[in-house]
């Protein structure tokens, strides 16, 4: 078997793909997880900066 035979059949199975990753996304259930993964960067942020105990001339509101 070749790409003649699976060829046509790829960009239907990357759209599916997609579409799936897209609805579960969008999901509510998973907003919890992916606000989290947002922060990630943040929390070490501030765990740098109480190891440090500088505020790096920032000040917290």
Do not use: C, H
Not at 45 to 50: F, S
Request: aromatic share 14%.
């Amino acid at each position: 078997m070749s790409y003649e035979v699976y060829g046509p059949y790829l960009p239907v199975l990357m759209l599916i793909t997609f579409i799936g990753l897209f609805i579960w996304v969008l999901l509510p259930g998973n907003r919890k997880g992916f606000d989290e993964a947002s922060n990630l960067p943040f929390e070490d942020d501030e765990q740098d900066q109480r190891t440090l105990g500088t505020d790096n001339g920032r000040k917290e509101q």
